[in-house]
């Protein structure tokens, strides 16, 4: 399991309602269903990824989330998970508020870009940053929208958007003292559960 959902299942509780925002092959969901006893729900558009959920049990919804989650009733789940998909999406803050509006909380992760290493290879190198958390070509990734973890506090901030836990993880997808002392320098991803 992937560092971000090995952190973030801790937030969810047991026997609740779970949304999962490009939950990819469901094997998180998967997860969730025999260890906490969820009631599951996945959006997901690529169709290999849906034909793997439903391999695995998993509830999905073939679904694109940039055009909003209107199909859902407010307050529907109790979490709605999306997690390394907020850089990818056309309109990050709206997708922001819709989770909000379905989930009495929610968790996100994403890889913070203003990250030293991704910052120093800019600044020495004068091309778009490459990593392993970053593998692509500057032309043919699908991150649109480049966020840091001083960005999404700040939208918090302009929502009045509560956020209940924050955390960041080192290269080793770890919590240490450099990421809690500067966040936004030391830390590669970042997780939040927020609510409002």
């Known amino acids: 399991m992937r560092?971000?959902?090995?952190?973030?299942?801790?937030?969810?509780?047991?026997?609740?309602?779970?949304?999962?925002l490009g939950c990819g092959d469901g094997s998180f969901l998967a997860h969730l269903k025999r260890?906490?006893?969820?009631r599951d729900c996945g959006l997901e558009i690529d169709a290999d990824n849906i034909c793997l959920c439903l391999e695995a049990g998993v509830n999905v919804i073939e679904q694109n989330m940039d055009k909003g989650l209107a199909n859902f009733e407010t307050a529907s789940f109790d979490t709605v998970v999306l997690a390394q998909t907020l850089q990818a999406l056309h309109r990050p803050d709206e997708i922001v508020d819709e989770m909000l509006r379905v989930g009495k909380n929610c968790i996100l992760t994403f890889p913070n870009f203003a990250y030293w290493r991704h910052r120093l290879s800019l600044?020495?190198?004068?091309?778009?940053?490459?990593?392993p958390q970053l593998p692509y070509e500057w032309y043919d990734t699908p991150?649109?929208?480049?966020?840091?973890?001083?960005d999404f506090d700040a939208l918090c901030k302009s929502k009045n958007i509560k956020i209940l836990h924050r955390t960041v993880v080192d290269e080793r997808q770890l919590r240490s003292a450099l990421a809690n002392f500067n966040p936004?320098?030391?830390?590669?991803n970042a997780i939040y559960h927020i609510t409002r």
């Open 3 to 20: 560092a971000d959902l090995s952190l973030i299942q801790d937030w969810i509780t047991p026997g609740s309602r779970v949304l999962d």
């Open 35 to 38: 260890t906490k006893n969820i």
């Open 123 to 131: 600044l020495g190198n004068g091309r778009m940053p490459k990593s």
């Open 143 to 150: 991150n649109i929208h480049h966020c840091t973890i001083r």
């Open 184 to 188: 936004n320098f030391f830390g590669i």
